[in-house]
């Protein structure tokens, strides 16, 4: 059974950091490429940044460029994502993804099967 735990959420004031985990088990998290997404309040679910399953190739959402940094420690069965100069707009349940298949780069949000249950993110002015 796949598993996908978020921990890390929180409160913080504008220009704030936080690090979000992701403990993954059930599967080879070794050769899986992940990803986190987010849903802002009453927004849909949006894309934040993808890792590959060798850590070497990553991409993130313009709006989070530069601030948020996703990172994976395989040895450990982990995902991170290292997100700093927080904004209120980034106030949002952060979700970890995980494909279906190893190997691949999903190409949308519809291709990834694991998903957590999220962790909430709160940004105050």
């Known amino acids: 059974q796949v598993q996908l735990v978020e921990s890390g959420g929180g409160l913080v004031q504008t220009g704030g950091s936080l690090r979000l985990s992701c403990a993954v088990s059930g599967l080879d998290f070794s050769i899986y490429a992940m990803a986190w997404f987010r849903q802002p309040p009453g927004k849909d679910r949006e894309f934040v940044a993808y890792i590959s399953y060798t850590a070497r190739i990553t991409s993130s959402a313009d709006s989070v460029k530069g601030r948020f940094t996703i990172t994976r420690d395989n040895a450990k069965n982990t995902l991170y994502l290292q997100m700093k100069n927080l904004k209120v707009e980034d106030t949002a349940v952060y979700y970890c993804?995980?494909?279906?298949?190893?190997?691949?780069?999903?190409?949308?949000?519809?291709?990834?099967?694991?998903w957590g249950r999220g962790t909430q993110v709160s940004v105050s002015s």
């Open positions: 993804a995980a494909p279906k298949d190893a190997y691949i780069r999903p190409k949308n949000q519809s291709e990834y099967t694991y």
